[in-house]
């Protein structure tokens, strides 16, 4: 038995789909992976495994411009990207009894699909991403903020924006493959029954009528890698410090270098993650140290708050550990959705970019860093599932079997 996953994004969007197919490997299925080409997702794909069948350009030199690319940039990039994957995804999904994509993004995914015969699943990783009425859509770079606050009419609106980027191409390329038009791409894409792969109590989702959503969990895999030496030896050499890392995003210029002034002003060391936004400590005093990619499960559990942007990796794998959050996130994507869970679980703080000033998250830092927070941060880290990858696996095995 063949699987092909599909995604495009940064490590955020890839790696629970590793998870994925690891599980899937597990289970004795052969695994095929349609992904950007950025050297470190073909390494991680290799380690595993998986086979990488590379789709649009690399994701890291996108999201290191110096300036945010216009909205006619981002159109001419999306439809480019749909073009991409018509051409790919037919001769990855060869073979293969079902395709499984995550991200609006993969509008070509459920054509190839179809014209194959094989069984598609839309996977989400955040509850915000899919339509409801209990919740607003996450922000779109490039479309207009709607000016209304009602969420019924927001998610029309985004519907609308959806088509209007994509329908044209997408029923271009269904008429080349004797398929026939769609209306609704966003529904289209997202199909009837799409999986949720996020936990149940972090980021539950509620039911709504004509939408059968399936919440499997997270996808992810135990990390059983050591730390290295040296921030070992940074790490027993004082009080447990304070993470500030941004992992793929590219923060405001000042908010690093304004949350470790607030850090060290209240007597804690730092750690900053460089990213690849290539952060680093503005100075070489003893109680900061600055560090690359590294074993975030393992580390977590010996740091005193994690201050990042939102992403649904970082919020989860924070949470896991029982450490109090200080979130500072983007408007994109699911950055402010799990910015208000973390909130709303009173795991932590959230703070908006323009307001995260040296002052403001002295005060953020001072609630996170209290007794209570860490300990509802401990009481919900118990409550969460580690088995999300497994039970989808096993679901989409089953299935196919």
Same mark, same amino acid.
């Given at each position: $038995?063949?699987?092909? %996953? ?23 299925? =052969? ?6 080409? =950025? ?13 990488? $069948? ?8 996108? $999201? ?9 940039? @981002?159109?001419? !990039? ?16 060869? /073979? ?19 014209? &194959?015969?094989? +069984? !598609?699943?839309?996977?989400? !990783? ?12 996450? *922000? ?8 209304? /606050?009602? #969420? ?74 050591? @730390? ?14 304070? !993470? ?8 405001? *210029? ?9 850090? +060290?002003?209240?007597?804690? +060391? ?10 680093? %400590? ?9 560090? /690359? ?22 919020? $989860?794998? &924070? ?15 699911? #950055? ?11 795991? /932590?703080?959230? @703070? =908006? ?10 005060? &953020? ?32 095995? =089953?299935?196919?079997?």
């Amino acid at each position: $038995m063949r699987v092909l %996953l599909s995604t495009y994004g940064t490590r955020g969007d890839v790696e629970p789909l590793v998870a994925l197919a690891v599980r899937l490997q597990d289970l004795g299925v =052969d695994v095929r992976m349609c992904a950007p080409p =950025d050297e470190e997702f073909a390494a991680r794909l290799a380690g595993a495994g998986i086979r990488l $069948m590379p789709v649009g350009p690399p994701v890291r030199a996108l $999201m290191r411009g110096s300036t945010p690319p216009s909205a006619a940039d @981002l159109a001419r !990039y999306r439809t480019e990207l749909v073009d991409a994957q018509f051409d790919v995804l037919p001769g990855a999904a060869d /073979g293969c009894a079902a395709l499984v994509v995550a991200g609006l993004a993969q509008v070509a995914a459920r054509s190839v699909a179809e014209a &194959a015969g094989i +069984r !598609y699943v839309y996977a989400s !990783y955040s509850a915000v991403n899919l339509p409801s009425p209990h919740h607003a859509p996450p *922000p779109r770079p490039g479309w207009p903020e709607p000016g209304t /606050g009602d #969420n019924r009419t927001r998610w029309e609106l985004d519907a609308e924006h959806v088509n209007a980027q994509f329908r044209e191409t997408l029923n271009g390329h269904r008429a080349r493959l004797g398929l026939p038009p769609v209306d609704d791409v966003r529904g289209h894409v997202y199909s009837d029954r799409p999986w949720l792969a996020a936990d149940p109590v972090l980021g539950p989702w509620r039911e709504i009528p004509g939408l059968d959503v399936v919440q499997t969990g997270a996808w992810t895999l135990p990390d059983e890698r050591p @730390l290295p030496a040296d921030l070992v030896r940074f790490l027993e050499a004082g009080a447990p410090p304070v !993470y500030v890392g941004f992992g793929s995003i590219v923060p405001a *210029p000042d908010i690093a270098a304004n949350a470790v002034e607030a850090i +060290r002003a209240r007597g804690h +060391r730092v750690l900053v993650s460089r990213g690849w936004a290539d952060l680093d %400590l503005v100075d070489d005093r003893g109680d900061g140290f600055a560090i /690359g990619e590294v074993n975030h499960q393992r580390l977590f559990g010996e740091v005193a708050a994690v201050i990042h942007h939102g992403g649904a990796g970082t919020t $989860m794998t &924070a949470a896991r550990a029982g450490v109090p959050q200080v979130v500072v996130p983007l408007r994109l994507a699911d #950055n402010p959705y799990w910015a208000g869970q973390v909130a709303d679980l009173g795991l /932590g703080v959230t @703070l =908006d970019g323009p307001a995260a000033t040296v002052r403001s998250l002295g005060a &953020a830092f001072t609630t996170a860093l209290a007794p209570e927070t860490r300990a509802r941060a401990t009481a919900l880290a118990a409550r969460l599932r580690t088995d999300g990858a497994e039970v989808a696996a096993r679901r989409l095995y =089953d299935t196919l079997r």
